[in-house]
């Protein structure tokens, strides 16, 4: 089964810096999406950085210059560093995975950063990050 364990999240100022892990088991995917999505409490969940298949990556705009994901060598352990730290990054931060069967030249440069295109993939619970000023 897949299982997917977030951790890393916590309180910082503003200005701070955090680093979440992913911990992945259950799957091996040669065609993928993984990423970390945030929600906090009243608003959508939004896709905050996202790789493919080990290659390509995405950041939402407000995250750029600021933040950066990572996988391990292994493939199924994700990072985000998070640096800047700002109030309005305050929420909970999930992670994700879900396999592909489309080649990178049928995906649209935004694929992996929807949250809508995970509904068949797996989802961490989740960890708390709290952004103070």
């Known amino acids: 089964q897949v299982q997917l364990v977030e951790s890393g999240g916590g309180s910082v100022q503003s200005g701070g810096s955090l680093r979440l892990s992913c911990a992945g088991s259950g799957y091996t995917y040669s065609s993928y999406c993984t990423g970390w999505f945030r929600q906090a409490p009243g608003k959508e969940r939004e896709g905050v950085a996202s790789?493919?298949?080990?290659?390509?990556?995405n950041y939402a705009d407000s995250v750029k210059d600021r933040f950066t994901i990572s996988q391990g060598n292994a493939k199924n352990t994700l990072y985000l560093q998070m640096n800047s730290l700002k109030p309005e990054d305050t929420a909970m931060y999930y992670c994700a995975v879900v396999p592909l069967g489309v080649a990178s030249a049928t995906l649209s440069d935004l694929y992996c950063l929807r949250a809508a295109n995970y509904d068949e993939g797996d989802w961490g619970k989740g960890t708390l990050v709290t952004v103070s000023s």
């Open positions: 790789v493919y298949s080990g290659g390509r990556v």
